[in-house]
């Protein structure tokens, strides 16, 4: 504990001692960009809510390849990954489960039914990511199902110039890594397309990797109804030793396929904007125990997502108001789990008003949800803002919040895992108050949460005697913990410089219960620390250091250290990206021990 606060008390001196120095900053204007994953579309300064905002530049600036190392350099965001270039790896928010956080694109959802292990599995490549929402505490009633904990928006680019970009990327493990990127705009239409594979030989016994990634979006019809048109593909395949089943599985295999295809136009008239979207979203699974013996014991679950929502908002004398519906029809094949379907209707509504000379807002809430499998729903909530200054607002809001069970916590059935068909649905009141802070130079936020939850699922065992683990509706659990973040931008040597630190902590009592019982739930991030020092002091190179502490509730504790080094030249960008620089010995999921110390360089060429 003095080491953790002896650096924070020295970041936190630099901090001041920079910003005695240096007087005026040129920054990003943060205040500018909207949220979109809302039906009530508000600028990030408005927003009653713990929103962070992840912008391109963050990105390049995060020595990160993937969304999943991106993400994992937030407070309160848990990237559990079992091994490199988010081959496998499990997103939890503030304590919740795998299958508790809901992961969007462009506002559409990417839950998939089977099994909230798939989530990552629909992340794109960086290069046509132009920002990531990240949205923690209660969201049901704005998401639906899955939002338990909260979500991640990911907004693709939309505006292009004529350009053409090719990447190569090298390293350890065997990495090798290839991408173009592609972005014309004509007179009524405009396109993106990315394509790239990477690949590596793994950094231990069959924990190899070959990835493929396609993407293209489009709109069409520029000048009148644009239509916009968004389809991905993801394919993963990768050697998973000790990824499942248990630490002396090493000759476990999977391979993944994620898809989408989405087409999206917008409607306003006067003082009313309506959004209607329709999608096609597939997932594919086949996992293997015996890598060269298929016939041992393999998988294989299919899963087709087909849904339709509209959504709109409404501003008026009385405030905004936001309304939609959204409905979805889902089928899954599976040699495990049989061949099921389900059909979702959700129906929001919320409306946003100000009080006081505009000081105060508030937006009640409620969404309505059926399963055709469960029940009837409704899950209603409130946010609340106070506007202290022009920078400084302090915010609140309360709501309910649920999960229905997925497929694999219902049906699935391995010498390990044992399904359950009497499952509940969870459910959960969460309450949040916090404070921001908005400037060119400073930006910092503070929230406390707490959530009161009750049948939440875990795989549990009635005693160490037993070796299978069964789905069950655990009793109530309450989660409780605090977030900070802080930012500062700075001039030096007439460049932009940027610091920032998070942590959060968390505290819950899922281990009082399930001590040496429990398959998922014990790995809760109790501490979570990490800062980010972007610096550039000379014109052509900059240089980013990134820092993460973990404490786990088992008692896990580790230090990473990240960094990349950028050399642009005109039209071709050099990059040198160093992991784990002090090969720090960890597991972030499982028994999967992450990469020990590893490097990889980069060559891009920007064709204008």
Do not use: C
Not at 574 to 586: G, S
């Amino acid at each position: 504990m003095k080491t953790k606060f002896s650096l924070f008390t020295i970041i936190i001196l630099s901090i001041i001692n920079i910003g005695a120095q240096e007087e005026t900053v040129k920054t990003d204007s943060l205040q500018e960009v909207v949220i979109t994953s809302t039906r009530i579309d508000l600028p990030f300064k408005e927003n009653s809510r713990t929103i962070t905002v992840v912008s391109s530049e963050d990105i390049k600036k995060s020595a990160a390849t993937n969304v999943a190392d991106v993400l994992q350099q937030f407070a309160g965001v848990d990237i559990r990954r079992r091994g490199t270039s988010g081959s496998q790896a499990d997103l939890y928010i503030r304590g919740g489960g795998f299958d508790q956080t809901l992961l969007l694109i462009d506002g559409i959802k990417m839950d998939d039914a089977q099994t909230g292990h798939h989530t990552m599995n629909a992340a794109l490549p960086l290069e046509v990511i132009e920002r990531i929402e990240i949205i923690k505490g209660p969201a049901a009633r704005v998401f639906g199902q899955n939002a338990f904990t909260g979500a991640i928006n990911i907004v693709t680019k939309k505006n292009v110039a004529n350009s053409i970009s090719v990447k190569v990327e090298t390293g350890s493990f065997g990495q090798l890594n290839g991408g173009v990127t592609a972005g014309v705009s004509l007179k009524n239409s405009s396109h993106i397309v990315h394509i790239d594979k990477l690949s590596s030989e793994g950094y231990r016994y069959n924990s190899d990797y070959d990835n493929s990634n396609y993407f293209i979006k489009s709109v069409f019809n520029k000048t009148g109804q644009a239509i916009e048109m968004t389809t991905t593909f993801q394919e993963r395949k990768f050697g998973a030793n000790g990824f499942y089943a248990s630490a002396s599985a090493t000759e476990q295999y999977e391979e993944t396929q994620n898809s989408l295809l989405a087409f999206a136009t917008t409607f306003t008239k006067n003082n009313l904007t309506i959004t209607p979207r329709v999608y096609w979203k597939r997932n594919q699974d086949m996992y293997v125990y015996l890598r060269n013996d298929p016939t041992v014991y393999r998988n294989l679950h299919i899963t087709n997502k087909i849904g339709a929502e509209v959504n709109a908002s409404y501003q008026s004398n009385l405030g905004i108001t936001g309304f939609g519906v959204d409905m979805s029809q889902i089928y899954i094949s599976s040699n495990n789990l049989g061949n099921r379907e389900r059909f979702m209707t959700n129906l929001f509504l919320e409306h946003r008003f100000k009080l006081f000379n505009n000081l105060v807002d508030v937006t009640p809430g409620v969404a309505v949800t059926y399963f055709s499998d469960f029940d009837f729903y409704a899950f209603p909530g409130i946010d609340v803002g106070v506007k202290i200054t022009d920078d400084l607002k302090a915010y609140g809001n309360i709501g309910y919040t649920y999960r229905v069970p997925t497929y694999t916590d219902l049906y699935y059935s391995d010498p390990v895992t044992q399904g359950n068909e009497d499952l509940e649905v969870e459910e959960a009141l969460a309450q949040e108050i916090g404070l921001k802070y908005f400037s060119e130079k400073f930006n910092a936020a503070v929230a406390v949460y707490n959530r009161d939850a009750k049948n939440l699922i875990d795989y549990i065992r009635p005693s160490t005697d037993v070796t299978i683990y069964t789905a069950t509706n655990i009793a109530e659990v309450n989660t409780k913990g605090i977030e900070v973040d802080l930012g500062y931008n700075f001039n030096l040597a007439n460049y932009k410089q940027t610091i920032a630190v998070g942590y959060n902590y968390l505290e819950d009592d899922i281990i009082d219960q399930n001590e040496a019982l429990s398959r998922y739930s014990l790995n809760t991030l109790k501490h979570h620390f990490t800062t980010r020092l972007s610096t550039q002091l000379f014109k052509n190179v900059s240089q980013n250091i990134i820092y993460k502490h973990a404490e786990r509730a088992t008692g896990q504790s580790y230090n990473v250290w990240d960094a990349s080094v950028a050399i642009n030249l005109k039209q071709l960008e050099f990059t040198f990206t160093a992991n784990n620089i002090f090969d720090a010995d960890y597991i972030e999921a499982g028994f999967v021990p992450m990469p020990p110390s590893n490097v990889l360089f980069g060559l891009r060429y920007n064709f204008n």
